[in-house]
């Protein structure tokens, strides 16, 4: 694995795709332990107004907060740590873990940016590691826009528009996609049992720690420590 030719790529990109980087074993052992937390029908965690106005539906688990050191060894993997030093320089910080479980007949998400994008130094770098394999017959595909990182604001529009550049992403067990903050980025709808990523979320150096806590959306900005739409983005007054 060439970390330097894996940096260039996700700093042209926004994006970079790594197959087979964590083994099946491990990759099971933690599905496990992410469907023995959700079971199959988890109660949404967000409020209905979130939900139909981001057109997301995926409920967050934090595992580390409450204590499942499980999740600490992909963290600390040494192949993972030294790409992201080469992606993102020294002193860069881990954020949080943050698994994302969508059940079936969910929406995914909606094309989003997961922080402003007005300070081009300033984002959140997502690690994400997919526990089980992705399928077209499954959904669930994650699909980006490549070196829309670049390219500041989501434009406004259709909370979920097929873009001629878009490329989408069917991550198989063990593949892991780095993927930066300010790429413009979505999931396709679930029509399997269910979907699940885990992210383990980094920044470089001089990041705010509350980096991700306002995301953009094409139709608003939502900030989730108060639970409230910051800035309507269809709205055309003040
Ligand atoms: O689950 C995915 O594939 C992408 C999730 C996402 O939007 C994120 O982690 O910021
Ligand atoms: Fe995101």
Redesign the pocket.
């Known amino acids: 694995m060439n970390h330097k030719e894996l940096a260039e790529q996700f700093w042209t990109q926004g994006y970079v795709v790594i197959e087979d980087f964590f083994g099946a074993e491990l990759m099971d052992y933690y599905n496990q332990i992410i469907l023995d937390h959700f079971g199959l029908e988890p109660e949404f965690f967000h409020n209905d107004e979130f939900l139909e106005k981001a057109a997301t539906e ?1 409920i967050p688990w934090f595992p580390q907060q409450e204590g499942v050191r499980a999740f600490d060894m992909v963290e600390s993997d040494p192949n993972l740590k030294e790409l992201t030093q080469n992606i993102l320089g020294d002193d860069w910080q881990s954020l949080y873990c ?1 698994i ?1 479980f969508s059940k079936q007949g969910t929406k995914g ?1 909606a094309w ?1 940016q ?1 922080c402003a994008p007005e300070d081009a130094r300033k984002f ?1 770098m ?1 690690r ?1 590691v ?1 526990t089980s394999d ?1 399928t077209p017959e499954i959904g ?3 699909v980006i826009i490549p070196g829309s990182h670049r390219r500041g604001e989501l434009t406004i529009g259709d909370v979920n528009e097929d873009f001629r550049d878009q490329v989408v ?1 069917t ?1 198989k067990k063990g593949t892991v ?1 780095f ?1 930066h ?1 300010h790429t413009w ?3 396709l709808p679930v029509a399997g049992e269910y ?3 885990t ?1 383990y ?1 980094s920044m470089p150096a001089g990041t705010p720690e509350n980096i ?1 806590d306002i995301c953009v959306y094409r139709n608003m900005r939502y900030k989730f420590e108060t639970n409230e739409i910051v800035e309507d983005r269809l709205s055309t007054g003040v």
């Open positions: 995926v943050m994302m998400q989003h997961d959140n997502n994400l997919y992705i669930g595909q994650t992403l991550p996609v993927l903050g980025h979505r999931v979907r699940v990523s992210n979320r991700t």
